[in-house]
């Protein structure tokens, strides 16, 4: 059974950064593409960042480029955002997402002073 | 990149059949990549997988979900509409870009 289990969100502050990661297991994680996927309150799902299979490319949404930065541990089966310079529009729960298909239950993120 | 186009909302009866629409370009849900996908996403909930490649359906997904396109144009079509099936639906496209994936704002259905 595919399970993706996100941890490390939490409250902080404007400008702050934080640490969120994803831990896969029931498939073999470093065959698959990766992403995050945010969800603000009350809105809809945005695509926030991607990783190749082998970590060796990796996509960005324009809203977070040159502040997040996504990488992964295939020998961990973990995936990483390291999210910086965070504003309060960044407030959401961010999800890992398999691919196109499996998504984690969330972990949410609040910016705020 | 833009976001897909979905109706903000859709309703019907239970037993009724309704559809989705999801409009892109030709660089994303028209492109030849074929990577098409609906979620579905009740309240709390994270979304969960009902189409993917434009037509295929997940093991243990409900055959009352369809998934169809045509031109830049993709929809889910959900036959006998079941209570069950009132929750937020959307629609996602592999792009072939650095901008990997686009999402639709998102269908809230509905049932009556």
């Known amino acids: 059974e595919v399970q993706l289990l996100e941890s490390g969100g939490g409250l902080v502050q404007p400008g702050g950064s934080l640490r969120v990661s994803c831990v896969a297991s029931?498939?073999?994680?470093?065959?698959?593409?990766m992403s995050w996927v945010r969800q603000a309150p009350g809105k809809g799902l945005e695509w926030v960042s991607g990783?190749?299979?082998?970590?060796?490319?990796?996509y960005y949404a324009d809203s977070v480029k040159g502040r997040f930065t996504i990488s992964r541990d295939n020998s961990k089966n973990t995936l990483y955002l390291q999210m910086n310079s965070l504003r309060s529009d960044d407030t959401a729960v961010y999800y890992c997402?398999?691919?196109?298909?499996?998504w984690g239950q969330g972990t949410p993120v609040t910016v705020s002073s | 990149q833009s976001a897909l186009t979905q109706p903000a909302s859709v309703s019907g009866f239970p037993g009724q059949s309704i559809a989705i629409s999801c409009t892109g370009t030709?660089?994303?849900?028209?492109?030849?990549?074929?990577?098409v996908s609906w979620y579905q996403q009740h309240p709390g909930r994270s979304p969960k997988l009902l189409i993917y490649?434009?037509?295929d359906r997940p093991s243990g997904v409900s055959n009352r979900f369809s998934g169809s396109r045509s031109g830049n144009t993709a929809s889910l079509s959900i036959s006998g509409l079941q209570a069950e099936d009132e929750a937020d639906y959307y629609c996602?496209?592999?792009?072939?870009?650095?901008?990997?994936?686009?999402f639709g704002g998102g269908t809230k259905v509905t049932v009556l």
């Open positions: 029931g498939f073999s994680f470093s065959t698959y593409l």
């Open positions: 490649d434009v037509i």
């Open positions: 030709s660089s994303d849900v028209g492109g030849g990549y074929g990577y």
């Open positions: 996602s496209s592999y792009t072939g870009t650095d901008i990997l994936v686009v």
């Open positions: 990783i190749s299979n082998s970590g060796a490319n990796t």
């Open positions: 997402m398999k691919k196109f298909d499996y």
